[in-house]
Each structure stands twice: as structure tokens, then as C-alpha cells.
């Protein structure tokens, strides 16, 4: 779960997805409402993306046994949070997120695409499990982002 703040205008959404490629369109939708309802309408896409390749990576490698994607969205003032964990077999994260990806690789391009559309992407992950934790920024001059 996220860490509780005490910004008095946070707000959450949370919602479980079986480990079905229908599990992608239905976080997308849930992710675009839930940021144009907190005014992240510019970044909405980014981070629907982002989570997308986050969930497709619990589909295809995580295998968990209950069969369930947890997602966890935190808006505050500035920017929006998102968690995707599973309970799956997990993997050695420090070395995947190390590594370096070759330009032309048609595949490993996963973690690559969330960071290039995210703030921040942080993955802790062993053999109970993986949390990815992703940050985006409002950006817009207005609340102090990062690219205002
Ligand atoms: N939730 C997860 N559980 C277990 N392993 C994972 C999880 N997420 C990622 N991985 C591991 O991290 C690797 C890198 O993920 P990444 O999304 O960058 O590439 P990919 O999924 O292999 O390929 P692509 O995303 O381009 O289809 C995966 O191959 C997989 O071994
Ligand atoms: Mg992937």
C-alpha cells in the first residue's frame, strides 16, 4: 500500500484485476477516469501507459498463484502515485533495472517505456513478490512539479 501523508486533499483508488489480457483495458479506464477526476488530464495517457506495461509484466512473468494484480492510485496536489503488486514468483530487480538495453531489442523494453513516461519507477520485488512504485508529476508551473 502506499504510505499514508497527511496532505488533507489526497485521494485513493484501488482496485484488484485477474491475470487476463481484458485486465489491460479495464486499468486503463479505471486509471483515465480516476486522473481527468483529480486534474491530471495531461498526463493521463503517460501514466496509463506506464501502468499497462507494469500489469502486462504481472501477466506474463509473475504468475502469481491467486491470480490477482493489486493497483494502488494516490493523487495529491502536485502529482500522481501508482503501485502495481503481485504475488508472484518475483525477480531479481537490481540487475534487471541495471542492465543495459540494447536499442534494437524487440523485447526487455518494459521497465525502459515506464521510465522514459514516468517521474520516478522503483521496483522492490523477491520470492513473495513485486511492488513497481511510479511518480508523476503535475509539471505544469502551478504546484511546484518538478518540470514547473
Ligand atoms: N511482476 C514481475 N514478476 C516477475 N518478474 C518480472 C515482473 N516484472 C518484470 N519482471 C522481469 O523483469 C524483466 C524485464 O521486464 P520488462 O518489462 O522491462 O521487459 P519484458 O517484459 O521482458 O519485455 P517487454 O516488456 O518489452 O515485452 C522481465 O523479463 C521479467 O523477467
Ligand atoms: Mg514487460
Redesign the pocket.
Known amino acids: 500500500m502506499l504510505a499514508d501523508g497527511d496532505r488533507s486533499n489526497d485521494n485513493r483508488l484501488s482496485f484488484d484485476l485477474p491475470c487476463t489480457k481484458k485486465s489491460l483495458a479495464r486499468a486503463r479506464e479505471k486509471i483515465r477516469r480516476f486522473a481527468v477526476d483529480n486534474g491530471f488530464e495531461t498526463q493521463v495517457e503517460d501514466i496509463q501507459l506506464a501502468t499497462q506495461?507494469a500489469i502486462?509484466?504481472?501477466i506474463?512473468?509473475?504468475c502469481p498463484a491467486d491470480n490477482n494484480i493489486r493497483v494502488d492510485l494516490l493523487a495529491s496536489g502536485d502529482s500522481i502515485e501508482v503501485e502495481v503488486s503481485?504475488m508472484?514468483?518475483?525477480?531479481d530487480a537490481d540487475t534487471?533495472m541495471r542492465r543495459d538495453k540494447a536499442p534494437m531489442a524487440v523485447?526487455?523494453?518494459?521497465?525502459?517505456l515506464m521510465e522514459g513516461l514516468m517521474d520516478t519507477v522503483g521496483v522492490t520485488?523477491d520470492s513473495e513478490g513485486?511492488v513497481v512504485r511510479m511518480e508523476k508529476s503535475r509539471g505544469d508551473g502551478t504546484t511546484g512539479g518538478p518540470e514547473g
Open positions: 506495461e502486462k509484466n504481472v506474463q512473468h509473475a503481485d508472484g514468483m518475483g525477480f534487471v523485447d526487455g523494453r518494459g521497465f525502459v520485488s513485486t
